[in-house]
């Protein structure tokens, strides 16, 4: 059997040992014979990459791990880079969260202005990521998931439409591995799903079990109750603001009863209440700081000082496995049916073939083979099209360098009020992002 290197980019990421965990414990069915992590942080990812470096000597010692800040190192020789960059990291984060919300407008990583932000930082060095993969290692395959993904993707359609990247998100995931919870089946896999929209940003029209049955009668009945709260929950959503969100999918829901919502969609439809329920002072970043990043970084420095993990949990971020599914569907042609941020391309009938929609494929060695949807109803189109509008101004502005066509994609944000809003926001980003964004015209 074949043995895959792998260089994770976004080394030091919170979530990189957690992966790690996963790809050991996929092994069998994705072996690697090199892991390499790359970031252009070199002290943050040497913590990350000193504990790593001992939970797989203790677990799998056949893997050759490294480490680098050097592209040439981590480009050359792979078959798969995974992405998780953080372009600005936490610190970025909470002016993304905290600026629109001192105008009274949602503040979030990926949704309304902060997420326009936060795509005028990542574009670049995405794009770069994927030139130094066709440089290095011509015949990779870049899986990326840094976001935010759908401006990302539609930067990516432009400006390299040739390039091996598929753009993915696990947010469906998480809420479908819900899904099971609530049917009381033990895995998403039980399920069989269609879903269409934009990323963060779509809905599922169908959900059945492998013998077609249909499950949308249970799930409504639950989702209209209590969203997707479930007992018990699980590990990586401990936090209340985690738990309003699944909540608050209850309301969403309501909007149209027809479908089951994803969960990011109450940013644009409930965007009042969010900004009622928000901390000016302490947003999701701060949040993420005091909590996952500390607690992770924490970790790695025992692991690192006692040179084992003797003692020590790493948990297994079993629900990245859907990463090890992606790449042997590339490696192994299994055909399996994933959700991806792709080219609409006429899937859904009645909408923008330019457009990068959020829908089931195939995916085999090739790459993934989108599934028809048809026609969207008129709420949904109506949505999508504003929001793909907006994704599409961020990345002509960042081509074009041009002020006025952020301004018009804030603007045009279902989260903002005013072109007046929009531009005091855009104008105190832009001072913020000095050194990340290009220089607007
Ligand atoms: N698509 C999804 O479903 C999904 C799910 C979870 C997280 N994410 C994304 O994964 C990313 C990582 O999240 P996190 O919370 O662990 O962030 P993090 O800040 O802990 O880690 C990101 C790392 O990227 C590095 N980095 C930044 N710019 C870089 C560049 N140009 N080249 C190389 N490395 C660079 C940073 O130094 C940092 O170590 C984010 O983009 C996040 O939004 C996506
Ligand atoms: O606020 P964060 O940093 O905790 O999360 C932001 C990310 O939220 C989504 O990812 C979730 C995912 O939905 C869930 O199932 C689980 O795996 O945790 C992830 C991180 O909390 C979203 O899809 C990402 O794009 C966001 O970055
Ligand atoms: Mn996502």
Known sequence: MKKFSVVIAGGGSTFTPGIIMMLIENYDRFPIR?????????????????????LIKENKPEIEFSYTTDPQEAFTDVDFVMAHIRVGKYAMRELDEKIPLKYGVVGQET???GGIAYGMRSIGPVIELIDYMEKYSPNAWLLNYSNPAAIVAEATRRLRPNSKILNICDMPIGIETRMAKILGLNSRKELDVMYYGLNHFGWWTEIRDKEGNDLMPKLKSHVEKYGYVVEGGDSQHVDPSWNDTFLKARDVYKT??????????KYYLFPDYVVQHSNKEYTRANEVMDGREKYVFETCKKVIEQGSTKGIHVEIDEHASYIVDLATAIAYNTKEKMLLIVPNNGAIIN??????VEIPCIVE???????VIGEIPRFQKGLMEQQVAVEK???DAWIEKSYHKLWQAITLSKTVPSATVAKQILDEL????????????
């Open 351 to 356: 909408f923008d073939p330019t457009a990068m």
């Open 34 to 54: 090199k892991l390499k992590l790359y970031d252009n942080d070199k002290e943050r990812q040497e913590i990350i990459a000193k504990a790593s470096e001992i």
């Open 430 to 441: 832009l001072e913020a992002n000095r050194g990340y964004w290009p220089e607007l015209k």
């Open 256 to 265: 149209d009863p027809d479908t089951l919502p994803n969960t990011y969609l």
């Open 111 to 113: 949704c309304g202005p």
């Open 393 to 395: 101004l961020v990345v």
């Open 365 to 371: 060695k090739t790459g993934p083979r989108p599934l």
